[in-house]
């Protein structure tokens, strides 16, 4: 039987394999969702919500929003001066930003009116659409396209991001028992095959150290991916930051969750339809990719750069601790009609976002950078 005529995508992949030889799985991924014509997340359709692929903590409506609103006033509560700044990375089309913003204006007045919100979105199509639906907040909000774009400007106040991490491009490793050693997976192509998994050797260090107990217990060919890449921009956005603080909320685990001999084939995985599957290579544009956040190296990663790690905790704890600060006081906050606390159910409860979304959030208070950005 022949294959089907491979994608525009699939085929600038496999030139670029013939060009360059076998690439790593990040580099595939990395073209998979960002090719500026045809990745995944510059289709222009409909990725996210009942009509898309997967759903979000914002799909479920704007409690999310508001609680996070309530929770930055309450920080920048504690900034010196008058002018704070909130930085979004990953805001997709914007819907969070509103919620955020629109509860800030609402409930947080004596803070909003000196307010700035950054945005950091590479992607001039969603730039577009989120200047559509942010429009009534005018010059309150601004777009940088990378954390290199905002030049040596530091942050006060809040850097936030919701499901950005899981969607770096990640190496792929696997353990080969009898040596002993790490190899890395990367992608090939063959005639009458198209794309196909190649072992390489490892073209970045995993970095692991682990104890021989459990490298003896790790099956052969057990798979674990690492990103850089994550771990890159967490210490970019914590050099930003001159005082306040950084905020993820991602799923993932710590290192010793994600080292479980049971787990033999990593925790990458494919999202399409609202289905849940493995990777499909020839698929390449028209499916998610993601992957585990490995919260130990994101918050050593942050640690070394000087901030204080305040709170990792599950996104059920985390919202409802925000949430009982909103019942002591109702004259700053929505009313919480029927509507809004089956949100509120949505996003804590264990089997929907409650347990499986970590929170981690980092700290660095004021006078502990140099005029230059340096730890004193």
Not at 204 to 233: H, I, N
Request: charged fraction near 25%; include cysteine.
């Amino acid at each position: 039987m022949s294959l089907p005529e491979p994608t525009p995508l699939v085929c600038r992949i496999r030139d670029e394999i013939r060009s360059r030889g076998v690439l790593s799985f990040a580099r595939y991924m990395e073209i998979a969702l960002y090719d500026p014509e045809w990745g995944y997340y510059e289709s222009g359709r409909e990725i996210i919500g009942r009509r898309g692929d997967y759903l979000t903590s914002v799909s479920v409506g704007s409690v999310f929003g508001e609680l996070l609103a309530h929770q930055i006033g309450h920080w920048l509560a504690g900034i010196p001066g008058e002018a704070a700044v909130i930085v979004e990375a990953g805001a997709h089309d914007g819907e969070l930003a509103a919620d955020i913003l629109a509860g800030l204006r609402t409930w947080q007045r004596d803070r909003f009116s000196s307010l700035q919100y950054w945005i950091l979105e590479p992607s001039a199509r969603r730039v577009a659409r989120q200047r559509e639906r942010l429009a009534e907040f005018g010059s309150t909000v601004c777009w940088y396209e990378d954390w290199g774009a905002a030049g040596s400007r530091q942050v006060s106040g809040v850097i936030l991001s919701n499901e950005l991490l899981d969607a770096f491009p990640v190496h792929r490793f696997g353990w080969d028992r009898s040596r002993r050693v790490w190899f890395e997976w990367g992608i090939g192509w063959e005639d009458g095959e198209g794309l196909v998994w190649r072992r390489m050797a490892p073209g970045v260090d995993p970095g692991w150290v682990l104890q021989e107990a459990v490298l003896d217990v790790l099956p052969d060919g057990y798979v674990v991916e690492s990103c850089p890449a994550a771990t890159g921009w967490w210490r970019q956005a914590a050099g930003h930051l001159a005082c306040g603080w950084l905020l993820t909320f991602d799923y993932g685990g710590e290192s010793d969750v994600l080292f479980r001999p049971e787990r033999t084939g990593g925790t990458l995985r494919a999202y399409a339809g609202h289905r849940c599957r493995d990777v499909e290579l020839s698929a390449a544009g028209e499916q998610d990719l993601t992957a585990h956040v490995n919260f130990s190296r994101i918050r050593e990663a942050g640690e070394a750069a000087g901030l204080q790690t305040e709170a990792y905790t599950s996104q059920e704890q985390f919202l409802m601790r925000i949430a009982g600060k909103t019942f002591e006081q109702p004259d700053r906050f929505p009313e919480w009609t029927a509507a809004r606390r089956r949100q509120l159910q949505t996003l804590v409860h264990a089997e929907h976002w409650g347990r499986a979304f970590r929170v981690l959030v980092q700290r660095r208070v004021a006078g502990s950078m140099d005029a230059v950005g340096g730890r004193r």
